[in-house]
């Protein structure tokens, strides 16, 4: 939905105050909690560099030398840094994780974009997105790969139909283009019955939806 509908993009870009009742994550608990991640996941990395660390070969005194002087390094690193973390997430503890937008200073305080046009736009794409799951299905017995049946369907999108209304007999024919390949064409076919099968009226009218492909017999 994202890459075919664009389900997160904009629809308009109005902004609408934000309820002062609000509940929003405490600026100086963000902070805090940024520092607790980053000084623990560097702990993280000094402990298992640590157990990590083994003397391979022959003990010699070289080699026991560096290698003593870097595990004494890691453990140093370990000593400061757990400390660190300790302290870090005492002051986070007293910190309080959500405030209400009022507890905000003035500088801190935000506004939203606009909430209805989109949820109204959201709600016509999901329709849409189901529509084309339910005529997806339609076609995958008539496709080798379901992903087909969705690629077949945004073929049709953009190709030309003929809209031929028929108020007499209360019809309205939408009447596609063939499109590349036999095979499309009889996958058509087949979603084309399906869907009359429905007798769907065109919204507002009395007219009842026909799809057909165009025929070699027709101008």
């Known amino acids: ?33 940024g520092q607790v991640r980053s000084k623990a996941g560097l702990l993280r990395r000094k402990l298992a560099e640590f157990g ?12 026991l030398e560096a290698f003593q002087q870097k595990k004494a390094e890691i453990q140093e690193s370990i000593a400061h840094l757990q400390p660190e973390v300790g302290e870090l997430k005492g002051k986070r503890k007293g910190v309080k994780q959500h405030i209400t937008l009022a507890e905000l200073p003035a500088e801190a305080r935000f506004q939203r974009l606009s909430t209805p046009s989109k ?10 997105y189901r529509a ?16 087909d049946a969705r690629s077949l369907l945004r073929a049709i999108y953009s190709t030309e139909v003929d809209l ?20 499309s064409d009889q996958a058509i076919r087949h979603l084309c019955a399906e869907l009359n099968a429905t ?16 025929s070699s017999q027709n101008p």
């Open 164 to 183: 031929l209304p028929n108020e007499p007999q209360g019809t309205l024919t939408v009447r596609l283009h063939h499109l590349a390949n036999h095979s």
């Open 119 to 128: 949820h109204f736009i959201d709600t016509i794409k999901m329709i849409a």
């Open 132 to 147: 084309e799951a339910a005529m997806a299905y339609v076609l995958r017995g008539q496709m080798a790969r379901f992903d």
């Open 1 to 33: 939905m994202r890459e075919h509908y664009h389900l997160d993009g904009l629809a308009d870009y109005c902004i609408e105050a934000v309820p002062e009742t609000t509940r929003v994550v405490n600026p100086p608990y963000r902070t805090l909690d």
């Open 52 to 63: 990590a660390l083994n003397l391979e070969g022959e003990i010699e005194p070289k080699p």
């Open 199 to 214: 007798e769907t009226p065109f919204p507002g009218t009395n007219l009842r939806l026909l799809y057909e492909l165009v």
